[in-house]
């Protein structure tokens, strides 16, 4: 059975009633999206402090990394200049070095008949001679030497003959570029 209401009211204290009751609910939805605003600018302000503290923590890293990389540089130059204090001191107490050894070698197999004009050995070893020989046979000799022979196959790497004459008085001048192994 459908009910029946009686409503006594007057129309306008209804109508007053409903723009009361969507008044107050247009109020309340202004309320929540005020809330929901401060809320989100609180978020976004908490957010922010937490990002700059992380960012504050990373620049303290990287300047103790700056730091350190700074005294590994003075430190690395330090043992830079022992390093060749100490292969300076190597050379005077007869430690041998490969120019050394390789200067005694080109010494021990040249004929005694060949002089030297100039030799230069550079770090790696390799030589440069310019050699006088009053004889082709020395000359033989020292080609022989330098190319046979299991002390120069086990030091030398190539033997490179860049110029051979003779003068007027009767000698051979020879310029040798000799590649030894490293």
Do not use: C, H
């Amino acid at each position: 059975m459908p009910k029946i209401t009686i409503n006594l009211l007057p129309e306008e204290f209804r109508l007053e009633e409903l723009k009361k009751a969507r008044f107050y609910r247009v109020q309340s939805i202004g309320v929540g999206i005020i809330m929901l605003f401060i809320f989100l600018s609180t978020l976004t302000i908490a957010l922010r402090i937490l990002q700059s503290q992380s960012i504050k923590q990373v620049q303290a890293k990287l300047n103790t990394e700056k730091e350190k990389i700074t005294n590994l540089k003075t430190t690395q130059g330090s043992i830079l200049l022992l390093k060749n204090r100490l292969t300076a001191i190597n050379q005077f107490l007869g430690v041998s070095s490969k120019q050394v050894l390789t200067y005694e070698f080109i010494n021990r197999i040249l004929p005694s008949s060949v002089n030297i004009s100039s030799i230069s050995v550079n770090k790696s070893g390799d030589i440069s001679l310019l050699l006088d020989s009053p004889d082709s046979s020395s000359v033989d000799e020292l080609i022989s030497n330098l190319t046979t022979g299991e002390e120069a196959q086990a030091k030398i790497v190539n033997v490179a003959i860049e110029g051979l004459n003779r003068g007027r008085d009767g000698v051979f001048r020879l310029s040798l570029n000799i590649t030894t192994k490293g």
